[in-house]
């Protein structure tokens, strides 16, 4: 078991009860058992988790469809875990959603974790959607600098030129500057 599993396993423990079914689940070399738990009715969020999890890190995109809706889920936990398994998923679609996710004003306060998973995926959507997110951020007593923060970070790992502007305008933010001109300077 890696770790992530580990810490997805200590996480959920509690949640299940730490029942049969959590420990079956946890263990399980079937993947069609795995698949049958995201499409079985009333399956408790703590299974599909798992399920998702493990099939994704298992590269089945089976599970590309639930591990999308715990990365937009309100628990930053449940977020990251689905992320790590979309990047180890290698779905095409992945980067697709992470993009809707991170660019959607509605969810914002959820929009943390995509960003990131943006940045690690490296995808044609990655420096777009972030550039949209950022730009977003920068307007006056707007509440989600960590977000505006992780979009300069991921501006700057990226080292898309394409970002300069957006770059050069966060460079005015207090806790932007020091991320914006340290991005700025991997640009070139």
Known sequence: MDEELRSLARRLRGESGGSAAYERLLVTEDQEE?????????????AREIAAYRL???????????????????DPERCVSAAHALSR????????????????????????????LLTRLRAPESVPALITVLARRLTPGDPHWRLALA??????????????????SATT?????????????RLG
């Open 34 to 46: 795995l698949a049958g738990v995201l499409t079985e009715y009333e399956r408790p969020l703590w």
């Open 151 to 168: 979009c300069v970070e991921g501006l700057g790992a990226l080292g898309d030129k394409r970002a300069a502007t957006v770059l050069r």
């Open 89 to 116: 998923l290698a779905d095409p679609r992945t980067a697709r959603a992470a993009a809707a996710l991170a660019t959607n004003e509605l969810r914002v306060a959820y929009a943390l974790v995509p960003v990131r």
């Open 56 to 74: 994704g890190c298992a590269g089945d995109r089976r599970a590309f469809e639930a591990l999308v809706l715990l990365l937009n889920h309100r």
């Open 173 to 185: 933010h207090p806790r932007l500057m020091a991320g914006a001109e340290a991005a700025l300077a």
